[in-house]
């Protein structure tokens, strides 16, 4: 048993290095506003459309931000969670341990 948790946890630590290495973008008001962020959700780049910068758009601005920093999350989890799916996958004597 404990053989089989430390195996998890070394095929967990090569998991989070290879999402380190994916990026995934989140996206909001047709591309004014992009967040880049690996697959351990880790925010690398954010870009914004110039014309969102102005102090009436402030607002606006805001808003966009949570909804391409959502985005991103959710892509970045789908990503994290297709990997883990593959880990499960190949040690099925783990999935009690975990629930279902």
Do not use: H, W
Not at 21 to 39: E, L, N, P, R
């Amino acid at each position: 048993m404990f053989g089989k948790l430390a195996e998890a946890q070394k095929k967990a630590e090569e998991i989070k290095q290879r999402l380190a290495g994916v990026t995934v973008q989140g996206q909001a008001a047709s591309g004014d506003v992009t967040i880049t962020m690996d697959g351990n959700k880790k925010v690398k780049d954010v870009i914004i459309e110039t014309a969102l910068m102005l102090p009436e758009r402030k607002a606006d601005l805001q808003k966009y931000l949570c909804l391409a920093i959502e985005d991103a999350m959710n892509k970045a989890e789908m990503v994290s969670a297709n990997e883990m799916k593959s880990l499960m996958g190949m040690m099925p004597g783990l999935s009690g341990l975990f629930g279902k």
